[in-house]
């Protein structure tokens, strides 16, 4: 599967973050939440990528900004793959085509990080590959997150 022509630029930065985690093997689940962590750690965030990265926050995810050593995971200097290059597993193949599915359903043309995170909450079968999550907790990060997507209307995140 290749969707690196319909990824964001933030999206496609996610994809790369996680490649560097995950250290020459294909990409996985936990190496894409990797992903979100670098870019939350690494960037001044805002529209749909801010709303991804807070809804990882608050499943508790990904850890709270600063909560980490400081200069963990920092990739200063590093020359990134091409995203179409970036071999990932089969959990992740899924994932990612759930997230273009997200994208379509809501009219949008390219996959942006609110829509890989909305395909991660959007089902157990993707969350849990990375921590078991109640579904009420599921289900309200969906909705807050589904809702803020709506609200930024065709605006790339």
Partial sequence: MNISRLLTPRAQQVLQHAALAANEHPVGVRDLLKGFRALDRGHELRGGARLACEALRQLGLIQERGAERAGSESTPGVAF??????????????LLAA?????????????????????LVSTSEHCD?????????????????????????????
């Fill in 81 to 94: 793959i091409p995203v179409s290059e970036i071999r990932t597993d089969d959990p992740a193949q899924r």
């Fill in 99 to 119: 997230a273009e599915r997200v994208a379509v359903e809501l009219g949008r043309g390219h996959v942006a990080p609110e829509h890989i995170v909305l395909a």
């Fill in 129 to 157: 590959h990375v921590a078991p999550i109640g579904e009420s907790r599921r289900k309200e990060a969906y909705d807050r997150l589904l809702a803020g997507e709506r609200a930024l209307g065709t605006t790339a995140g």
